[in-house]
Nanobody, 122 residues
Framework: QVQLVESGGGLVQPGGSLRLSCAAS????????MGWYRQAPGKERELVAT???????KSSDSVKGRFTISRDNAKNMVYLQMNSLTPEDTAVYYC????????????????WGQGTQVTVSS
């Protein structure tokens, strides 16, 4: 069984920073990609940023220049450094990964974390 566990959310003032972490654990053969999505109240879940095991990354236009995604492949972790936060960044942030388990090394499956709340407010 594969699990994703996020940490690092919380309440921050506008202009502040937070760093989210996500750890993948379980019977992992290979992680193809890891990233972050978010869902604000009344809105659909949207991509924030994602990165492949090869090092390529992509992020949404709304966070470019403010958020940075990074990975530690050796630790099966992904991070999201969020700077210059605004109230519009308030959402539940979900870790997402495409992982091949030892039971299924040829086929990646999509996994989600439980989500961590980020609230930007004065």
């Amino acid at each position: 069984q594969v699990q994703l566990v996020e940490s690092g959310g919380g309440l921050v003032q506008p202009g502040g920073s937070l760093r989210l972490s996500c750890a993948a654990s379980g019977s992992i053969f290979r992680i193809d990609s890891m990233g972050w999505y978010r869902q604000a109240p009344g809105k659909e879940r949207e991509l924030v940023a994602t990165g492949t095991s090869g090092g390529s990354t992509k992020s949404s236009d709304s966070v470019k220049g403010r958020f940075t995604i990074s990975r530690d492949n050796a630790k099966n972790m992904v991070y999201l450094q969020m700077n210059s936060l605004t109230p519009e960044d308030t959402a539940v942030y979900y870790c997402n990964a495409q992982i091949r388990s030892h039971a299924s090394p040829l086929v990646p499956y999509n996994y989600w974390g439980q989500g961590t709340q980020v609230t930007v407010s004065s």
